[in-house]
């Protein structure tokens, strides 16, 4: 499905898995009815593709609303300013069984920061409609999932928090704990090595950022050398 693959997706609402590839600047969209551990008939076929700008480094579904994130950085002349930016593609326009929306252009382009090498990573929280992007500078940024999508973009101009990862530090990507409502973010320091900074999944999401202000940390060992 492309060359350079390295994040995989999945939407099971309508079995699709979205491979993004590097080096030929795609994303692979892959039938998972017809190519799965049971049933191969559809793995030799020639998957529809989404092309997307180079630099991908992250790939997220919300089955919620079928819409696909894409996680980039641009080149930049200096690796101190190098911009991070999220990529919002319809999926219910491009999937496994209707590919008519594949050859658009993406739903939006967010512009997310720039730093010294971010590379953004998107985590989407189905259960509350949220997405989490790092690379918002050096610290996180939270989208309403319900009005950032493939087919309203009302609110992909701006994040309804940003949560800073400190200074020194930068925030490198999230998980997401369901059940134990919990947000955990790993976060990047030059001084105490990294740490994990940890949120309240019901008070820090795309409709209630009471939580966001102040996150709990799990402090790290030092790092290398100190």
Known sequence: GGQGAGYVAVDQRTHTAYVLNNWSKTIGVINTATCNARTTSGCAHSPARIRVPPGGTSLAVNAQTDTLYVGEFSQATR???????????????????????????????????TGRLLFPKITVDQGTNTVYATGAGTGMAVFNGRTCTGTDTRGCTAPVATIPAGVGSRALEAAVDAQGGTVYTSISARQIGGSVMVLNRNTCNALDTSGCKHPATIRGGPGPGA
């Open 79 to 113: 690796l101190s300013h190098t911009p991070a930016r999220m990529t919002v593609i319809n999926g219910a326009a491009c999937n496994a069984s209707d590919s008519r929306g594949c050859d658009a252009p993406p739903a939006a382009t967010v512009a997310l920061g």
